[in-house]
């Protein structure tokens, strides 16, 4: 369970949060918002990469603004763009490089490693450079790079907004086959279709916190009439 | 390096990648204390055939060679007009055969690998304040994104050409660097939320 209580979050003067609390318990939701909305500020604070200016954020109990490493391993984020997110110039390395900072041993490793690249049907690109995989291939890479961590939440933010048709499907069937709770900011409404819950954001608020259906439709009659 | 690298299982392939730049050290150190062209020939023969043990094609090998041929012929043609062709040959020959040799430890090394021996033979750095990890990081790091880097580059210029600006090094820098510095802090925010500690 993710606790928000009485978050501000703000970059210099500008706030991007205002008075944020919620808890997310549901095992799919869906964060959508305008462009500078907070959503992907929202997404960030998380697993700690960004922490409130008030309030605080709980992650099965721990606080990010205490222990942000202990709450990185049990948050697996997902960046918009997998090319800043793929650190090692070989598939096989990329995956390896956040179970070395574990400290896994190489079997260890290994064993993981062979496992998501079946998963993942990415095991004839093991020894490929990163950056010779197509657009939905360096996505789901990404994404194997996070689950290999077997974290306990996964939060993405916009995975499939640099993607064609039948790679945001195909990244769309990697999330709903996913065991773990999820968390997606996306601009994809059609994504969030089957999904638990949707808060909609708006100017760093919440406009919109229900069912897919109910909240999309007040987040679309919102944004058609701004 | 970051892509040269073949998969295989052979000798080479299995053999430790500090033994392998060792033995690169020693051999292409050898090499410059032979001058006797026969032996300098059957140097070249048994790496070219080392090729074959490590799984490679001599296409494989004639491609480490292809990118200097035009070098080796001019340095032959120097030699054999100003000394002699026998020296010529000599020269070449020693050049090739490191070339060759070099080339073998790239195709059956994994990036990875290389890393982590630079990484356990810059431990005595530490004391003065170098980290292995930050120094292997940061090695990884290049490799990575020198392709990212090509794509950004041609992008801005192919988005600058469409808009009428043909060469022009500052206007394509500026943006550049720009969207470089914005990817840095997203790959800073990548490293940390993948469990990165730089200690």
């Known amino acids: 369970m993710i606790d928000i209580t009485d978050v501000d979050l703000k970059y210099g003067d500008r706030t991007i949060l205002k008075n944020l609390s919620l808890r997310l318990t549901e095992k799919r939701i869906g964060i959508v918002g305008s462009n500078g909305s907070g959503k992907s500020s929202f997404a960030r604070l998380l697993n700690g990469l960004v922490l409130p200016d008030q309030g605080q954020v709980l992650v099965d109990g721990i606080d990010t603004a205490k222990n942000a490493k202990a709450v990185r391993r049990k948050v697996g984020f997902v960046f918009q763009n997998p090319d800043n997110q793929i650190v090692m110039p070989i598939v096989e390395e990329d995956l390896a490089f956040g179970l070395k900072n574990r400290g896994l041993s190489k079997a260890e490793q290994a064993v993981k490693i062979d496992a998501i690249l079946k998963h993942y049907d990415l095991d004839e690109h093991r020894n490929h450079p990163a950056h010779l995989l197509s657009g939905g291939q360096k996505q789901l890479l990404a994404i194997a790079g996070v689950l290999v961590m077997q974290p306990s939440y996964v939060v993405m933010d916009e995975p499939t907004t640099l993607l064609d048709l039948r790679n945001t499907m195909r990244i769309s069937r990697a999330i709903d086959a996913l065991e773990q709770p999820v968390i997606i900011v996306t601009h994809d409404l059609d994504l969030l279709s089957d999904f638990d819950r949707v808060i909609a954001f708006d100017q760093g608020r919440i406009l919109a916190d229900d069912t897919p259906s109910a909240a999309l439709k007040t987040y679309i009659t919102a944004m058609t009439h701004a | ?199």
């Open chain 2, 1 to 199: 390096m970051h892509d040269l690298y073949r998969p295989g299982n052979s000798l080479f392939h299995r053999m430790h990648a500090g033994h392998k730049v060792l033995c690169l050290v020693f051999a292409g150190s050898t090499i410059f204390l032979v001058s006797n062209l026969i032996t300098l020939i059957a140097a070249l023969v048994m790496i070219t055939f080392c090729y074959r043990l490590a799984g490679l094609s001599l296409s494989d090998a004639y491609q480490q060679l292809r990118p200097v041929v035009v070098v080796l012929l001019l340095i032959l043609i120097v030699q054999g007009l100003i000394h002699s062709w026998t020296l010529g040959f000599t020269v070449i020959a020693r050049f090739a055969f490191l070339l060759l040799a070099a080339g073998l430890l790239t195709l059956t090394t994994r990036v990875s690998d290389m890393i982590t021996t630079i990484e356990s033979n810059l431990h005595w750095l530490r004391p003065i304040g170098v980290n292995p990890g930050k120094v292997s990081l940061a090695i990884s790091l290049t490799l990575r994104f020198i392709p990212v880097m090509r794509r950004v580059t041609t992008e801005v210029r192919e988005a600058q050409k469409v808009r009428g600006l043909e060469r022009n090094l500052p206007a394509l820098a500026i943006p550049v660097i720009t969207r470089m510095l914005k990817m840095s802090d997203d790959i800073s925010d990548a490293l940390d939320a993948r469990g990165y500690d730089p200690h």
